[in-house]
């Protein structure tokens, strides 16, 4: 049973460019949140997507948008990158069990 | 605000037992968590408390007291491998999942 998949796993990319990175959840899980997480600090909130809606968002600014389809995947997108931007970006999926989110093993962006 | 305190980093011996403390607040409460994240690594599911009192799976056990807002990780019988990071997490009323900033958990041979 495949867990939470992500890609790319690393990227480099340069100030002002975009990205958007890829995210299959956990089979049988149907929501799916986005985090960042710098080095040495706890995953920061992005958004959540349930049914192909965003439904939840963290502090942070529009140049992040999401999509979910409906297989349930999602794409975390970032605009006019900067190079605070630079951080690792974990997926984790959900369904309605109380043991909590299974994560992805991320995606480690460098914004140069 | 929404946070939630744990010690940024606790050192403890192979073979010895370790608490690692995290008190919280947060706009709702949902239930306390715990994750583990090793360098490099994602984070893993390890513990939750919905209700208050000790909830023991295997080496690890977790306690939550929702009047104090305040929880622990017990990890017994530590092994070099649980050197990480360990996080506590809480779900809040709009049912997302915040994070600490972490507790990083060294292991001394």
């Known amino acids: ?28 899980h149907d929501t799916v949140s986005w985090y960042q997480q710098a080095l040495g600090q ?33 794409e975390l997108n970032v605009n006019a990158l900067l190079l605070g931007d630079s951080a690792l970006y974990l997926c984790a999926s959900s369904g309605d069990s109380i043991y909590g989110y299974t994560f992805g093993s991320g995606t480690r962006l460098t914004v140069v | 605000g929404q946070s939630l305190e744990q010690p940024s980093e606790v050192t403890a ?7 690692i403390n995290c008190t919280y607040q947060t706009s709702g ?59 506590c997490a809480v779900k809040d009323r709009d049912d997302k999942i915040i994070f600490g900033k972490g507790t990083r958990l060294h292991i001394l041979p």
């Open chain 1, 1 to 28: 049973d495949a867990g939470v998949t992500q890609s790319p796993t690393h990227l480099i990319k340069t100030r002002g460019q975009q990205v958007t990175l890829r995210c299959s959840p956990k089979s049988g």
């Open chain 1, 42 to 74: 706890g995953p920061q909130f992005i958004f959540q997507y349930y049914e192909e809606e965003e439904r939840q968002r963290g502090n942070f600014p529009d140049r992040f948008s999401g999509h979910q389809f409906p297989n349930y995947s999602s």
């Open chain 2, 13 to 19: 011996v192979e073979g010895a037992i370790v608490q």
């Open chain 2, 29 to 87: 409460f949902y239930g306390l968590s715990w994750y583990q994240q090793h360098d490099g690594g994602a984070p893993t599911f390890l513990s939750y408390n919905a209700l208050d009192g000790l909830e023991e799976t295997g080496r690890f056990s977790s306690f939550l007291s929702r009047s104090d807002s305040y929880g622990y990780l017990l990890l017994q019988e530590l092994q070099m491998k649980d050197s990480a990071s360990y996080f």
